[in-house]
C-alpha cells in the first residue's frame, strides 16, 4: 500500500496536490498572459455527447419553451421566458475526478475510508465540493506533434515520451502545473459511428509517477481515462490508482484541445471550476487557456 503524499498537508487534507498551487503559482500564471485570447478547452454537451456503455447519456428536458406561449400559457405583464433541466453522469465529456473517485485496499486518499461512501449522500470526505478553483500554469505536451500522428489506439505515452515533449515545449515540469497530454484519440473520434471507449492511448505508471514526483497539481488529456487502454496485463486502472490515491492529484479528462493547438501555445494560463456537487466524485467543467 502506497502513501506518498499522505500527511503531507496534514492528516484532514482534502485537497490533495491542488496544495501546491498558492499565491506565487497563481502570479506566475497570470504573468504568462500576452494577448488576453481566451480559449474554451471542453466538448460540447448534448444528448450526442458519447458516454461509455455502463454510463447514460445526457438528457435535455424543456420546463418551458416556446410552445407553451403558443398553446395558449399566460403572459404576465407580457413577459416570456424559457427554463431546462439536465440529467447526466458527471463523468462525461469534459470532466475531473474528484478525489474520491478512485481507491484500493479500501483507503482514499490521506487514509480516508471508501465504505464512508454511500449512495444517499455520496462521499463524506474528498467529494468534489472539496476541491478549489483551479488557476495555475498549464503546458500542453504534444504527443501528436511529437510523433508526427495521432497516437494509436492503446498506444504507450512513456516517461520518455513526455520528456520528450518538454524539451519541444522548452519547459519543464514545475510544482503546481496543470500538465495536459494531447494524444490526437478525441480527434480521431470525431467522424467515429461508435466511440471505442476500451482502447485508447494514454501514459504508463511510470510517466504518471515521473509528473507526481515533479509536484504537478493536475493532469488532463484528450482521451477518456488520461491513462492507455486496453490497462497492462493484471491491472485495472493502474494511473488513477497512483495518482488520485496515492498522490492526491486528480485527473482532467476527455479536453478538446484543437483551439489550444491552433494557437500554438505550449504555456498559458489555465484555470478551472468544478460544479460543488456536495459529495460528487466528479464533475464536468469548463477550462480555459489565457494566452
Same mark, same amino acid.
Given at each position: 500500500?502506497?502513501?506518498?503524499?499522505?500527511?503531507?498537508?496534514?492528516?484532514?487534507?482534502?485537497?490533495?496536490?491542488?496544495?501546491?498551487?498558492?499565491? #506565487?503559482? +497563481? @502570479?506566475?500564471?497570470?504573468?504568462?498572459?500576452?494577448? %488576453? $485570447?481566451?480559449?474554451?478547452?471542453?466538448? *460540447?454537451?448534448?444528448?450526442?455527447?458519447?458516454?461509455?456503455?455502463?454510463?447514460?447519456?445526457?438528457?435535455?428536458?424543456?420546463?418551458?419553451?416556446?410552445?407553451?406561449?403558443?398553446?395558449?400559457?399566460?403572459?404576465?405583464?407580457?413577459?416570456?421566458?424559457?427554463?431546462?433541466?439536465?440529467?447526466?453522469?458527471?463523468?462525461?465529456?469534459?470532466?475531473?475526478?474528484?478525489?474520491?473517485?478512485?481507491?484500493?485496499?479500501?483507503?482514499?486518499?490521506?487514509?480516508?475510508?471508501?465504505?464512508?461512501?454511500?449512495?444517499?449522500?455520496?462521499?463524506?470526505?474528498?467529494?468534489?465540493?472539496?476541491?478549489?478553483?483551479?488557476?495555475?500554469?498549464?503546458?500542453?505536451? #504534444?504527443? +501528436? @506533434?511529437?510523433?508526427?500522428?495521432?497516437?494509436?489506439? %492503446? $498506444?504507450?505515452?512513456?516517461?520518455?515520451? *513526455?520528456?520528450?515533449?518538454?524539451?519541444?515545449?522548452?519547459?519543464?515540469?514545475?510544482?503546481?502545473?496543470?500538465?495536459?497530454?494531447?494524444?490526437?484519440?478525441?480527434?480521431?473520434?470525431?467522424?467515429?459511428?461508435?466511440?471505442?471507449?476500451?482502447?485508447?492511448?494514454?501514459?504508463?505508471?511510470?510517466?504518471?509517477?515521473?509528473?507526481?514526483?515533479?509536484?504537478?497539481?493536475?493532469?488532463?488529456?484528450?482521451?477518456?481515462?488520461?491513462?492507455?487502454?486496453?490497462?497492462?496485463?493484471?491491472?485495472?486502472?493502474?494511473?488513477?490508482?497512483?495518482?488520485?490515491?496515492?498522490?492526491?492529484?486528480?485527473?482532467?479528462?476527455?479536453?478538446?484541445?484543437?483551439?489550444?493547438?491552433?494557437?500554438?501555445?505550449?504555456?498559458?494560463?489555465?484555470?478551472?471550476?468544478?460544479?460543488?456537487?456536495?459529495?460528487?466524485?466528479?464533475?464536468?467543467?469548463?477550462?480555459?487557456?489565457?494566452?
Amino acid at each position: 500500500m502506497s502513501q506518498e503524499a499522505w500527511g503531507q498537508w496534514g492528516a484532514d487534507d482534502e485537497k490533495g496536490a491542488l496544495n501546491y498551487i498558492g499565491p #506565487d503559482q +497563481v @502570479k506566475h500564471a497570470a504573468a504568462l498572459v500576452q494577448t %488576453g $485570447e481566451v480559449l474554451r478547452l471542453t466538448q *460540447l454537451l448534448s444528448p450526442s455527447t458519447p458516454v461509455p456503455h455502463a454510463r447514460c447519456g445526457l438528457q435535455h428536458f424543456m420546463t418551458r419553451d416556446g410552445g407553451d406561449y403558443a398553446a395558449g400559457q399566460r403572459k404576465a405583464g407580457g413577459f416570456q421566458f424559457a427554463d431546462d433541466a439536465v440529467m447526466m453522469p458527471l463523468h462525461i465529456g469534459t470532466h475531473i475526478d474528484a478525489l474520491c473517485h478512485a481507491w484500493y485496499d479500501d483507503k482514499l486518499y490521506n487514509g480516508y475510508l471508501g465504505n464512508n461512501i454511500r449512495s444517499m449522500r455520496g462521499a463524506k470526505n474528498l467529494g468534489i465540493e472539496k476541491m478549489p478553483p483551479i488557476v495555475t500554469r498549464g503546458v500542453l505536451l #504534444d504527443m +501528436v @506533434k511529437l510523433k508526427g500522428r495521432c497516437l494509436n489506439p %492503446g $498506444e504507450t505515452v512513456s516517461e520518455k515520451d *513526455l520528456q520528450d515533449a518538454c524539451h519541444q515545449a522548452n519547459t519543464i515540469p514545475q510544482q503546481g502545473d496543470a500538465i495536459i497530454i494531447r494524444t490526437g484519440w478525441l480527434e480521431s473520434q470525431k467522424n467515429v459511428k461508435a466511440v471505442d471507449f476500451d482502447s485508447e492511448p494514454g501514459i504508463n505508471v511510470a510517466a504518471a509517477l515521473w509528473l507526481a514526483e515533479k509536484k504537478v497539481a493536475i493532469v488532463g488529456a484528450d482521451n477518456f481515462a488520461v491513462e492507455q487502454l486496453p490497462f497492462p496485463e493484471g491491472t485495472i486502472f493502474p494511473v488513477h490508482q497512483r495518482l488520485i490515491r496515492d498522490y492526491g492529484i486528480p485527473l482532467l479528462e476527455g479536453m478538446m484541445l484543437d483551439p489550444l493547438v491552433e494557437s500554438q501555445r505550449m504555456v498559458f494560463m489555465f484555470v478551472a471550476s468544478a460544479l460543488p456537487i456536495v459529495g460528487a466524485t466528479g464533475s464536468p467543467l469548463s477550462p480555459v487557456a489565457i494566452l
